[in-house]
């Protein structure tokens, strides 16, 4: 359907040092998701701060890192969670994708973590996943829990800056990673269990209608994150694939972006000083990896205090 994709080289920028692993312990998250295997650590979420530090998320152990610029890393936080996603807000703080608590928030400054919202009409979440603020403040999130194509029970939520929530999509076989698209008309949704990403658009009063798939893919386990570059094409995460894919706004794939070691490419962020390098997660083995692109990575904050 379409000519192979060019293959763009990757380098390892950064990876969880030996004495941030954890050796011979186990956790819920690690014996359910990862079917009991060793879990020394397993990143997600990066996401930038306003300085240029990279901050991840460490699942089964409940652990934020910071990465400075020059590939450093430091533990900035620690607590009774399953961090899963992270994104920063416009006000410094960085909210939280728990999979056990549902939306927390982190103080940077101090590495201080607290709920912010931890249930839906009295409802806990299955176990959210990923999050994406709009530039209008309202914060997107998905609920994932084990849902898949046995159970197609996941959820996007958006929660406004007023504290209401609203259930955009239900009925979803693994919602994970999200982005909007440029003008902030439709989310692309990462459905790992279809294998696809699905574009849901959105009405006037922030309904979905005409939801459809938009890129489908094959192989591995599923898309995971997600990211938006500056002319509208996607950069997919392949879990289970150790690649992640770059699609053109029309939903070609362009280049092809394979992991310097392992299979779980989960979650990307663009970053760099001019905004070019994809910095993308290898969560098993704890490294973080670039690759230069053409093309410049969209950066959306919030502009109102949620």
């Not at 397993?42 to 652990?63: C, M, Q, T, Y």
Request: hydrophobic share 40%; charged share 20%.
């Amino acid at each position: 359907m379409f000519a192979p994709p060019e293959i763009l080289q990757a380098e390892v920028f950064a990876r969880i040092p030996e004495r941030h692993l954890v050796r011979g312990r186990s956790s819920d998250w690690a014996r359910t998701q990862l079917h009991g295997a060793p879990a020394p650590v397993f990143l997600e979420g990066p996401s930038f701060d306003r300085a240029g530090n990279l901050w991840v998320v460490d699942i089964p152990w409940g652990r934020i890192f910071r990465i400075d610029p020059k590939g450093g890393v430091e533990l900035a936080a620690e607590y009774d969670g399953e961090p899963n996603g992270l994104k920063f807000h416009s006000d410094g703080r960085a909210f939280i994708a728990d999979y056990k608590n549902g939306i927390m928030v982190l103080e940077p400054q101090t590495g201080r973590v607290e709920p912010y919202l931890d249930r839906a009409r009295l409802e806990r979440f299955k176990g959210c996943n990923d999050l994406f603020f709009a530039a209008n403040g309202d914060l997107y999130f998905t609920d994932q829990g084990q849902s898949g194509l046995h159970d197609p029970s996941g959820r996007l939520y958006r929660l406004r800056p007023s504290g209401q929530l609203d259930v955009v999509l239900q009925g979803i076989p693994s919602p994970n990673g999200l982005v909007m698209n440029l003008d902030e008309t439709a989310v692309y949704l990462a459905v790992t269990r279809d294998n696809a990403i699905w574009r849901v658009p959105l009405m006037a009063d922030g309904s979905a209608t005409k939801v459809g798939v938009y890129i489908q893919m094959s192989g591995g386990g599923g898309p995971d994150g997600i990211a938006l570059d500056a002319e509208g094409g996607l950069a997919v995460c392949h879990v289970g694939f150790g690649a992640v894919w770059i699609f053109s706004p029309r939903g070609e794939p362009q280049y092809r972006i394979d992991a310097p070691e392992g299979l779980y490419t989960t979650n990307c962020a663009y970053g760099g000083p001019d905004g070019r390098t994809l910095y993308m997660i290898e969560s098993r083995t704890g490294c973080v990896f670039t690759a230069r692109l053409p093309v410049m990575g969209k950066t959306m904050y919030s502009h109102t205090p949620a």
